[in-house]
């Protein structure tokens, strides 16, 4: 079970996160949202977490999304409908180990991103609900043609909201998506907390999760008790 906690503002408080076991960190580059992160900011943050290239490989290594083990866990780096070029210099600059497109994002803009970082994971997050589900799944079998190792990501749709709302998505679409995306590394987000992430690992048995508000004081300020609650009851083993 792949756990990434999306929306670290500081060095001090992503560090004690990490050293609790997660997987990823995710940064978020959306101006609009509470979590921004400044690019400086940013590149302190994954300063901190590069790894020596002498390091030996951990178990932890074999749920990487990235194979280039640049950093402590993978970091993800969030946009919404950001240029391109943007998109790119971020990411080669700070040499995410995957990207996170959570827009509105057409096929051909991901895949210019992906033509020119194409040893960065492309994680498609898509916020759906029972009207748009079909559209959803259609975009995203259209990027899984295109992009085979693409990771998609299910988020709650709220209007004039891209993520961290606290809100959850509706387990029939959750169910559904799954079905469609059979063999293909599926991420649940939206509303996640240490309460119901365990009911949902084991309802849906999707590859990985992904929690912001859920383990949070305040916006960008994880509860690192609510973080390690968080990792044991999605990882907790199930029969």
């Known amino acids: 079970m792949w756990v990434k906690v999306c929306g670290f503002t500081d060095v001090a408080n992503t560090v004690n996160a990490v050293r609790t076991g997660i997987d990823a960190v995710g940064l978020n580059f959306f101006e609009g949202s509470k979590r921004f992160v400044t690019p400086a900011t940013a590149e302190s943050i994954c300063r901190t ?3 020596s290239s002498d390091d030996s490989p951990t178990v932890r290594q074999l749920t990487r999304l990235s194979l280039r083990r640049s950093h402590m866990v993978d970091v993800v780096g969030l946009f919404v409908n ?4 943007d998109v790119i210099r971020i990411s080669q600059q700070l040499d995410l180990d ?4 959570h827009g509105g994002e057409g096929i051909d803009d991901i895949q210019q991103v992906h033509r020119e970082c194409d040893d960065i994971t492309v994680i498609r997050a898509v916020r759906v609900n029972r ?3 079909e559209e959803a799944i259609q975009h995203c079998r259209g990027l899984a043609v295109q992009i085979p190792n693409i990771v998609f990501l299910l ?8 993520g961290g709302t ?9 169910d ?19 309460e119901t992430v365990s ?3 084991t309802r849906h048995a999707p590859w990985g999760v992904d929690t912001a508000s859920g383990v949070e004081d305040s916006p960008g300020q994880k509860n690192i008790e609510r973080v390690e609650q968080f990792i044991a009851n999605a990882k907790r083993p199930r029969c």
């Open 82 to 85: 950001s240029p391109a070029e």
């Open 155 to 162: 988020d709650a749709l709220v209007a004039g909201q891209f």
């Open 131 to 133: 009207s748009g589900l």
């Open 166 to 174: 606290g809100a959850m998505v509706d387990p029939d679409v959750i």
């Open 98 to 101: 995957a990207i996170q497109f």
């Open 49 to 51: 977490l590069k790894v």
């Open 176 to 194: 559904t998506f799954c079905h469609a995306f059979v063999g293909h590394r599926v991420v649940i987000a939206g509303g996640l907390t240490p």
């Open 199 to 201: 009911s949902v690992v």
